[in-house]
C-alpha cells in the first residue's frame, strides 16, 4: 500500500529549478532510499514532504488523500516526522523534557467534582510515559538522561522518540549516518528494522552507497533535480548507483597498498604537545603530539566535534598554540602566519572551501595564483604578467580534469567537486614537502571524489608527507598508511592502516582505548 506519493512535484527558487516534476512513493513498512550527489536536491524534496517549503507544482499524497501542508505541524498532524541531520534538541534539557517540550503535561488538582489544570509541569507522569516509550522502543535510554550527557547515537535516539511520541508512522532521515560512529550506525539500522516490522515507513537521505545497499528496499536516484533511475535495492550494486548519479562508470575501489615506515626513517613533520583552549577556557587539543615520514598518509579519524578542526586551525596557521611545537624537518614553524607556512613549503586543503580554499566571486585564473602573487613566474615589481598565468590556468584546467563551461569564469560557476580540484591544482603545483587535506572530499561528487583520492595518493607515493583529516571512515581507512583517532581533544590511539578495521576505528572513535 501507497503511504506517500509524489506526483509531479517540482520546486523554483527564482529561475533555478532545484525539483523538475519529480514522481515517486513510499510503501507501507518499507525503508525507501533517495540518493543522489550533493545539490541534486534529495533535501528540497524532502522538506516539501514535511511542509518546510511549498512546492511550485506537483501534488503530494499520504494515504491516498492529497494533503497541502503549510507547515511541519500539518505533515505531523498527517502521521509524518523527519530526524534532521543536525539535531534539534535542548542539551540542558532531560529525554523527556525534550519530547515533551512545548507539549507539556500539566498537574491538575481535584476541587470537589472537578479538575482545574495547574501551570505547574506534571514531570512524575512525563518521565514514566517517555521510559515506557524508551522500553517499546528498545532503546538503551533513561528519560531523566540529560541530553548534553548523551552520545550522539543516544541523541539521534532521542529524536527518533521525539517522532515516534507523535506518532508518526512515516519517518524521513536526512543523512542519518553522517556523524555515527560505527557501532551506533548498527544500532541504528536494527532500530529502523524493527520500526519496519512494526509497519512504519522509513524514507533515508543519504550519499553513502554502501549502506543503501545495507538497509533499505527499494532506491531511487536524484541527478540535478531530476530522478533519473529507481531500482530495488536486491538488483542493484555501489557500481550501478554511482552511474546513475553521475552518468558514467566511477571506480569506486581506492589501490593503494598500505605501507609500513620504520622509527628512524625520513621525518618531514614533527607535532610536539600542541594544546589550545577555546573562547571559554576549555581545551580543545589537548598535548597532541605526531610524526610524518617521507611518503607517508598519517589519517586523523574521529566523530566530528572531537578537536580535528581545532587541530586544522593549529596547523594551519589560524588558531595560536598555548603549549607545542611545530616543525617542518628542523623548521620551528609554531603560530606561524598561513603565509609563512606556504613560504616553508606546506600546502592546505582546507576544511570549508568556500571560506578558506577560492574566492567564488573571483575568476578561474585568479583562484588558481592565489597566494602565489609574490612568485616571480606570476608579477614582476608588483605587475601580474597575464600571459602566464592564463598558461598557469590551461595547464591546471587539463591537468586536473576541472570541468569548466568557461575557462574565463568565475568559480561560482563551478559544481563543488570542480572548485575543489582548482583548490587541488593550485596547492599541488607548489611541490609542498607536505600536504594538509582536510575533509578533501566534502561536499564533492562521486566521480571527483576518485580524482581526489587518486590525486593524494600520487603526491604521496612522490616521497612527499600527506595529513590526511576525514569524517569519513571508509575513507580515512582506504588512503592512511596509519591513522589516529581524536577524542574530546585528544589522541586516544594509533592503529596502522593494514590493521585497520570498522570496529577497531569505532570503539576508539566512541571513546574506548586498550578494551576500556
Avoid at 110 to 125: M, V
Avoid at 305 to 327: H, K, P, R
Amino acid at each position: 500500500m501507497k503511504v506517500v506519493e509524489i506526483q509531479n512535484l517540482t520546486k523554483k527558487f527564482g529561475e533555478f529549478v532545484a525539483n523538475d516534476n519529480i514522481s515517486l512513493h513510499a510503501n507501507e513498512g518499507e525503508i525507501l532510499a533517495i540518493v543522489g550527489e550533493n545539490g541534486a536536491g534529495k533535501s528540497t524534496l524532502m522538506n516539501m514532504l514535511f511542509g518546510l517549503l511549498k512546492p511550485t507544482s506537483g501534488h503530494i499524497l499520504v494515504r491516498g488523500k492529497e494533503v497541502d501542508f503549510k507547515s511541519p505541524t500539518d505533515a505531523i498532524e498527517a502521521g509524518i516526522g523527519m530526524v534532521h541531520q543536525h539535531f534539534k534538541l535542548v542539551s540542558s534539557l532531560s529525554v523527556s523534557d525534550n519530547i515533551f517540550l512545548g507539549r507539556e503535561k500539566t498537574k491538575e488538582i481535584k476541587l470537589k467534582n472537578k479538575s482545574l489544570k495547574t501551570p505547574f509541569i506534571d514531570r512524575k507522569t512525563q518521565i514514566e510515559e517517555i521510559q515506557d516509550l524508551i522500553k517499546t522502543s528498545g532503546f538503551d535510554l533513561k528519560a531523566t538522561d540529560k541530553i548534553k550527557d548523551l552520545s550522539v547515537g543516544a541523541q539521534q535516539k532521542v529524536e527518533i522518540l521525539k517522532m515516534l511520541h507523535k506518532e508518526a508512522d512515516i519517518l524521513i532521515f536526512d543523512e542519518p549516518t553522517a556523524v555515527l560512529i560505527p557501532q551506533e550506525i548498527d544500532e541504528l539500522f536494527d532500530s529502523m528494522r524493527q520500526m519496519k516490522a512494526k509497519g512504519k515507513t522509513i524514507i533515508i537521505i543519504t550519499h553513502k552507497l554502501q549502506e543503501v545497499l545495507d538497509i533499505s528496499d527499494r532506491v531511487y536516484v536524484i541527478k540535478r533535480g531530476k530522478l533519473v533511475g529507481s531500482v530495488r535495492t536486491k538488483d542493484t550494486s555501489q557500481a550501478e548507483l554511482a552511474g546513475m548519479m553521475v552518468g558514467r562508470d566511477v571506480l569506486l575501489d581506492i589501490k593503494k597498498e598500505h605501507l609500513c615506515f620504520e622509527e628512524d626513517d625520513d621525518v618531514v613533520y614533527r607535532v610536539c604537545g600542541l594544546t589550545t583552549k577555546n573562547k571559554d577556557g576549555k581545551l580543545v587539543v589537548n598535548d597532541v603530539s605526531f610524526n610524518i615520514r617521507k611518503g607517508e598518509i598519517l589519517g586523523i579519524a574521529g566523530v566530528d566535534g572531537n578537536g580535528q578542526s581545532e587541530l586544522v586551525g593549529l596547523l594551519t596557521g589560524m588558531i595560536c598554540s598555548t603549549a607545542g611545537d611545530i616543525f617542518l624537518y628542523d623548521k620551528r614553524l609554531t603560530n606561524k602566519w598561513p603565509k609563512e607556512l606556504r613560504e616553508a613549503g606546506i600546502s592546505i586543503i582546507p576544511e570549508d572551501r568556500y571560506v578558506h580554499g577560492v574566492n567564488r566571486d573571483m575568476t578561474i585564473s585568479e583562484n588558481i595564483i592565489a597566494g602565489c602573487l609574490s612568485d616571480k613566474q606570476i608579477s614582476k615589481l608588483g605587475v601580474l604578467k597575464n600571459k602566464e598565468i592564463v598558461e598557469k590556468r590551461e595547464a591546471a584546467i587539463e591537468k586536473y580534469d576541472i570541468r569548466v563551461s568557461d575557462r574565463r569564469g568565475y568559480v561560482s560557476q563551478l559544481s563543488g567537486g570542480n572548485a575543489q580540484k582548482v583548490i587541488i591544482a593550485r596547492e599541488l603545483e607548489k611541490n609542498p614537502e607536505l600536504l594538509i587535506a582536510s575533509q578533501p572530499t566534502r561536499g564533492v561528487d562521486i566521480g571527483a571524489i576518485e580524482f581526489v583520492h587518486n590525486a593524494i595518493i600520487n603526491f604521496a607515493e612522490s616521497g612527499k608527507a600527506v595529513l590526511l583529516i576525514s569524517n569519513e571512515i571508509t575513507e580515512i581507512m582506504s588512503l592512511s598508511d596509519r591513522i589516529l583517532v581524536m577524542y574530546e581533544g585528544r589522541v586516544i590511539g594509533e592503529v596502522l592502516g593494514k590493521d585497520a578495521t570498522t570496529e577497531k576505528l569505532g570503539l576508539l572513535m566512541g571513546g574506548v582505548s586498550d578494551g576500556k
